[in-house]
């Protein structure tokens, strides 16, 4: 049996996301303040979050003002705005032009780009040059132009460059089977005109089809292909909470096995925790003050003409948030399932609710923890169970499931999930890829990585933290290690942001340590949390090439950075045809101090993806993320007090 629960907001939290009554007035608080025409177009619009003391401070009942932060494009003027609207005096506080800056890539205007491609004679004639007449048969996907030389100035216009691929069998045939190779868009987003094709020579559209729907795979046509069809030999599984869910919820409150934290949600990052702390005792204890994934880069390692330029910042170019999926029972989350809502906009300022946006529910996970005493027989066995927040979003081609997990023995856990269609190119039937692998004859995914950027907003005990480098050494032999097998783990302060850009070390075992200023455990030692890395990889992209200065903050693991409320995304504001610079490079150069500070931890994590065969049609699902775990937070093993199964007798 699965049930569904839902919230309903009623915004007496500071933190809480904007309803869809308080984005109606953002939106006609601007146009009445400010005279806006049908030209301006709105962005996104959010909730300001107060300030940080404000929220520590708040007490249930206290009153604070509600203000949303707009961002909006006049597509006539073809200048970039920002605003701050007081929805509680339905005021404009602020207003400023950012001239030379490009927002995030609007849905209306994917949706748009693709009609007016296909009406271009250029992009035409170019289509019929590979014997394709049914121009409605092709799929326009508007992937980010990024920055390569002046010509891409954000300052010259606001561009994307649309790739093309072909449905051969109707709008459920998957298109990326038969790429368009060698033929490139510049599309003027502002004008919503064609500006130039390029046409590198045609290349023969691959001949099988790759779908992966039940229907599809019996084809012989389809690559791979399963003549029986789906299989038959799968029992159902069936997940029953008898007597309700462990989690409680109020609003946007979530307490969980002595956790506690807020859901929010955004346009462009998605998933935020807000104030995560933990009931110890009578105590509860601060671990994050917000957490949320804060920039995404893809950069594909494939030097030929249509692929070179696959670069992109999927947060700051396109919005993860904004394109969120709504959530299937059954399907995306299975179980006794809470969801929350996220009001959106739309780009005409008026609210969209996207239902089911993020998904709550609890998984068994295992053992927790077990001993067999082997002189009495006896055996003490916990199961473990985890607390899973979750949405999913639709970036093009690719799918990313992004995962918060809360366990009972005090770590938070923070996963990606990546799946979708790999991004696919064609070459000519007997040709192999030097920079992709083949899954198809003609057709091939090129070499590509993935880089997540985590802001982590840290609260271990209280505001005042600092951060230590942890590694495992090696003592060289002499009297300090006798038999060669002595080794210690050496603890480095990083005492400001020019010494805290690092690295994983898998030589030395290299962990990172959040510890209070302020408290100490039972045993005399900091509390602490350690940041403990997963599988981890640096770009392979040259370090002085375009993509890469754009993308700086992917060349380190780990940054930390002294706590400013205007310094939240890692590649910057507006990485959307940026040069590069911005973000955490411009953050840290100020080299602030960050001992016993309000510190920010910025942990970037990728996946490596050289594809196989076995990526295409539908990739199965790859796993990449990192562990928050205690350290020295708690007196001992904090899931002693978790009860034996009914069926598992102590």
């Known amino acids: 049996m699965q049930t569904v629960q839902r919230s309903v907001t009623t915004r007496s939290h500071p933190l809480d996301?904007?309803?869809?009554?308080?984005?109606?007035?953002?939106?006609?608080?601007?146009?009445?303040?400010?005279?806006?025409?049908?030209?301006?177009?709105?962005?996104?619009?959010?909730?300001?979050?107060?300030a940080k003391e404000v929220v520590l401070a708040f007490r249930p009942g206290d009153t604070v003002e509600r203000q949303a932060s707009v961002l909006l494009r006049d597509k006539t003027r073809r200048t970039t705005y920002e605003a701050v609207v007081s929805v509680t005096r339905r005021a404009v506080t602020s207003w400023r032009e950012v001239p030379g800056m490009q927002p995030p890539i609007m849905f209306e205007?994917?949706?748009?780009?693709?009609?007016?491609?296909?009406?271009?004679?250029?992009?035409?004639?170019?289509?019929?040059?590979?014997?394709?007449?049914?121009?409605?048969?092709?799929?326009?996907?508007?992937?980010?132009?990024?920055?390569?030389?002046?010509?891409?100035?954000?300052?010259?216009g606001r561009f994307i460059r649309p790739l093309t691929w072909v449905r051969r069998g109707g709008p459920d045939d998957n298109g990326y089977a038969r790429p368009v190779e060698g033929l490139i868009v510049r599309f003027d987003l502002d004008r919503m005109v064609v500006a130039d094709v390029e046409d590198h020579g045609p290349v023969p559209l691959p001949p099988r089809s790759g779908n992966y729907t039940?229907?599809?795979?019996?084809?012989?046509?389809?690559?791979?292909h399963f003549p029986a069809g789906p299989r038959q030999d799968l029992k159902p599984?069936?997940?029953?909470?008898?007597?309700?869910?462990?989690?409680?919820?109020?609003?946007?409150?979530?307490?969980?096995?002595?956790?506690r934290f807020r859901v929010g949600f955004t346009p462009r990052e998605g998933l935020v925790l807000h104030t995560v702390s933990y009931q110890d005792g009578d105590r509860l204890r601060p671990v994050l003050y917000r957490a949320s994934l804060s920039e995404m880069f893809i950069p594909y390692g494939d030097p030929r003409p249509t692929h070179y330029r696959k670069n992109v910042f999927d947060m700051g170019e396109c919005g993860v948030g904004a394109l969120a999926n709504s959530l299937e029972l059954g399907c995306d989350c299975l179980g006794e399932i809470h969801y929350f809502d996220a009001v959106l906009n739309d780009n005409d300022g008026k609210p969209a609710v996207l239902r089911n946006a993020v998904c709550l529910h609890e998984e068994d996970a295992g053992l927790l923890w077990k001993h067999t005493d082997f002189r009495t027989g006896k055996a003490e066995v916990r199961r473990s169970r985890r607390l899973v927040v979750s949405m999913i979003t639709t970036i093009g081609n690719y799918e990313y499931g992004l995962f918060w997990y809360f366990t009972q023995d005090g770590a938070i856990q923070y996963e990606v999930k990546l799946t979708g269609v790999i991004s696919t190119g064609a070459l000519p039937l007997g040709e192999r890829p030097r920079h992709g692998t083949l899954v198809a004859p003609g057709l091939y995914g090129p070499h590509h990585q993935h880089f997540f950027c985590v802001r982590l907003d840290m609260m271990v005990d209280g505001l005042r933290n600092s951060v230590y480098e942890c590694d495992s050494e090696a003592l060289p032999a002499g009297p300090d290690n006798p038999h060669g097998n002595a080794w210690i783990v050496k603890s480095t302060l990083l005492r400001s942001e020019s010494e805290a850009q690092r690295v994983t070390e898998p030589r030395a075992a290299r962990y990172w340590k959040i510890a209070s200023a302020e408290n100490r455990n039972a045993l005399g030692e900091p509390v602490a949390f350690r940041l403990q890395p997963g599988d981890n990889v640096l770009p392979f992209h040259q370090s002085g090439s375009q993509a890469l200065r754009r993308a700086e903050f992917t060349t380190r693991h780990l940054w930390v950075t002294a706590y400013d409320a205007d310094q939240n995304f890692p590649a910057g504001d507006y990485p959307n045809q940026h040069p590069g610079g911005d973000g955490l490079p411009a953050y840290a150069a100020g080299d602030r101090p960050l001992e016993d500070a309000d510190v920010v931890v910025w942990y970037t994590f990728g996946a490596h993806h050289v594809v196989r065969a076995e990526d295409w049609p539908?990739?199965?699902?790859?796993?990449?993320?990192?562990?928050?775990?205690?350290?020295?937070?708690?007196?001992?093993?904090?899931a002693l007090d978790v009860p034996a199964a009914q069926h598992c007798p102590s």
Do not use: C
């Open 109 to 156: 205007e994917f949706v748009a780009a693709e009609q007016a491609v296909k009406s271009d004679p250029r992009w035409q004639e170019a289509m019929r040059r590979r014997g394709v007449e049914d121009f409605e048969s092709a799929m326009i996907d508007p992937w980010p132009l990024g920055y390569n030389g002046p010509e891409d100035d954000p300052q010259a």
């Open 237 to 259: 599984v069936e997940i029953t909470q008898p007597e309700g869910t462990s989690f409680e919820v109020d609003g946007q409150e979530v307490r969980w096995q002595k956790w």
């Open 17 to 50: 996301p904007l309803s869809a009554e308080e984005i109606e007035t953002a939106a006609s608080t601007l146009r009445s303040e400010r005279e806006l025409d049908g030209g301006v177009r709105f962005v996104y619009i959010s909730l300001k979050e107060p």
């Open 214 to 224: 039940a229907e599809g795979i019996s084809s012989p046509e389809n690559q791979p």
């Open 618 to 638: 539908v990739m199965p699902v790859t796993h990449a993320g990192f562990q928050l775990k205690p350290e020295g937070f708690f007196d001992g093993n904090p």
